[in-house]
């Protein structure tokens, strides 16, 4: 089995050095230079404390290189939970605990694409998830994928192979007023046609 590749970050550069030493003598993993992280398949950051300054850093690295990241931190504050997950994180360790197998299960179930969450992590996301639907997106008419109600009526529709007489017929809209939603929908959102569209809306759970 090829073994994953990981590039290793830290706001300490002792642990950077424990972190390397420790997952160098991993057969699963292969330590990445930092200067080749374009080529690895997950990220790993440790730091103390979940700060702003920490966040910048993940859009940073997000940024360079969009893979899946561990985040190792031992205070997790609730408010900037979300915009870690938008920075890719997909698996949240905490640092003063946490085992070198442990880390080293993390890593390989973040490259297959799974994510790791403490209980009481999960329990604030949510928690944020939720505020953010009832204070911002309900009261815009939008849901967490962004689309109004009846852009997901369209999409649920054409999911289900009917035309645009056929799915303006059955909200009582125009054909026009049809092509607009779906124009709109795949123009917000950057999506290629109607086919994408709906998958976009299947893998965000709407339809």
Request: glycine content about 4%; aromatic content about 2%.
């Amino acid at each position: 089995m090829a073994r994953v590749r990981v590039v290793v970050h830290s706001t300490d550069p002792m642990t950077y050095v424990g972190l390397t030493s420790y997952l160098k003598s991993r057969p699963e993993v292969q330590v990445m230079d930092n200067n080749n992280e374009d080529q690895a398949d997950v990220a790993i950051l440790s730091t103390e404390r979940l700060t702003s300054e920490t966040v910048n850093r993940l859009r940073q690295m997000s940024a360079r290189s969009p893979i899946p990241t561990v985040l190792m931190a031992n205070e997790l504050p609730e408010a900037p939970l979300l915009a870690v997950v938008e920075c890719r994180v997909v698996a949240i360790l905490p640092r003063a605990v946490v085992t070198g197998d442990q880390l080293v299960d993390t890593v390989l179930a973040a490259a297959s694409g799974n994510g790791v969450m403490p209980r009481d992590v999960l329990g604030k996301l949510l928690k944020r998830v939720e505020m953010l639907q009832r204070e911002v997106l309900a009261p815009n008419g939008l849901n967490i994928a962004g689309l109004e109600p009846r852009e997901v009526d369209v999409l649920r529709l054409i999911a289900e192979g009917w035309g645009t007489d056929e799915i303006a017929k059955e909200l009582r809209y125009s054909e026009r007023t049809v092509k607009n939603v779906i124009y709109n929908v795949t123009s917000r959102l950057k999506l290629r046609n109607r086919a994408h569209a709906v998958a976009y809306a299947l893998r965000a759970g709407v339809i």
